[in-house]
């Protein structure tokens, strides 16, 4: 599967944003989806994610009830809507996929979308 980011810009502290990433082929249900991220001279960590089937989500302490993830699976698409945006949720996004249920190491990824917050 392929996979195509989309939404980064610049926000300010405070507001909101919407991530997409697209997906390529016709077997997207038969994945689990999510976001990473990695910010300047940090490691790179995972944001949130979405499986297969059940939707069942997960969210990094973070971003806990700030950013939902939510899939389309009839549009082949998975988003990340962000709300109360910091400084620290500054970095590349990178969508991700993988046919196995939970997979610690995901095998597909997008080519990442930049999302800076302004203070």
């Known amino acids: 599967v392929q996979l195509q980011a989309s939404g980064g810009g610049v926000v300010q502290a405070g507001g909101s944003a919407r991530l997409s990433c697209a997906a390529s082929?016709?077997?997207?249900?038969?994945?689990?989806v999510g976001w990473f991220r990695q910010a300047p001279g940090r490691e790179r960590e995972v944001v949130a994610t979405i499986t297969m089937g059940d939707r069942k989500t997960a969210y990094t302490d973070s971003v806990k009830g700030r950013f939902t993830v939510s899939r389309d699976n009839a549009r082949n698409t998975v988003n990340l809507e962000m709300n109360n945006l910091k400084s620290d949720d500054t970095a590349v996004y990178f969508c991700?996929?993988?046919?196995?249920?939970?997979?610690?190491?995901?095998?597909?990824w997008g080519q990442g979308t930049l999302v800076t917050v302004s203070s």
């Open positions: 082929g016709r077997t997207f249900g038969r994945y689990s």
């Open positions: 991700v996929a993988d046919e196995r249920y939970s997979p610690r190491n995901w095998v597909y």
